[in-house]
């Protein structure tokens, strides 16, 4: 059965709104990696959403149009992915920019050469 193209757009944005919400309430790196998965993994659910791309009902301008909103959607939640990795990691570090992992003495593992 094939899917109209405005059925799609709104799958897409119902899509974007269930990750935004589900990413602001992400307290933890774990929860953030499920989700990515979830949204954005090779069988997550915009990858679902892209193999509508091969549907040979859909006509060529129409799968432009879908292609081009597949990856600003992509884009949006890679976006809000990396917005919230942020923020969970300033909050279990005090430092947005250094990692969570920590030495057996408890101090940050800078790491050396």
């Known amino acids: 059965m094939a899917l109209s193209l405005e059925a ?4 897409l944005d119902d899509l974007l709104a ?6 602001s309430g992400a307290q933890e790196a774990s929860v953030l990696e499920s ?9 997550g659910r915009l990858a679902s959403l892209f193999a509508t791309l091969q549907d040979p009902t ?14 600003a959607v992509k884009e949006r939640l890679e976006a809000l ?7 969970v990691r300033a909050e279990e570090t005090g430092d947005p920019l250094r990692p969570a992992c920590t030495s057996a003495r408890g101090e940050a593992n800078a790491g050396r050469l």
């Open 18 to 23: 269930q990750a935004a919400q589900a990413l």
């Open 35 to 43: 989700l990515r998965v979830e949204f954005l993994g090779r069988k």
């Open 8 to 11: 799609i757009e709104k799958q």
């Open 81 to 87: 992915l990396g917005e919230r990795e942020g923020a």
């Open 58 to 71: 859909l006509p060529s301008p129409e799968k432009a149009q879908l292609g081009k909103k597949l990856n």
